[in-house]
């Protein structure tokens, strides 16, 4: 499995952005999936986005979607989210997360990053 660890969490207002990273290593990439999930106190974990490492095709959750962008450097090994016009409902644990293949389960997790929206 690969490590993968995610920052560039905080607190924020309505209306304000955030950018999160999730760096990977412990091996290079090439047709993998690798995504962003949330979770907050007391419900379950939901899907945000995923992005095709080599190709950067993109999926968005409904709820994100027109907001979120999530975005690749391959030759960083670094993941991203860009987060803009945040409500407080995206309050929750951010985590990056990676699959070997669309037909594989997520397999490899970070420890997640903490977004607060709040005024």
């Known amino acids: 499995q690969v490590q993968l660890v995610e920052s560039g969490g905080g607190l924020v207002q309505p209306g304000g952005s955030l950018r999160l990273s999730c760096v990977a290593s412990?091996?290079?990439?090439?047709?993998?999936?690798m995504g962003w999930f949330r979770q907050a106190p007391g419900k379950e974990r939901e899907f945000v986005a995923s992005?095709?490492?080599?190709?950067?095709?993109?999926v968005y959750a409904d709820s994100v979607k027109g907001r979120f962008t999530i975005s690749r450097d391959k030759a960083k090994n670094t993941m991203y989210l860009q987060m803009n016009s945040l409500k407080p409902e995206d309050t929750a644990v951010y985590s990056c997360?990676?699959?070997?293949?669309?037909?594989?389960?997520?397999?490899?997790w970070g420890q997640g990053t903490q977004v607060a929206v709040s005024s």
């Open positions: 997360a990676m699959r070997p293949s669309a037909t594989a389960s997520f397999t490899s």
């Open positions: 992005i095709r490492w080599g190709s950067g095709t993109t």
């Open positions: 412990g091996r290079t990439f090439n047709n993998e999936i």
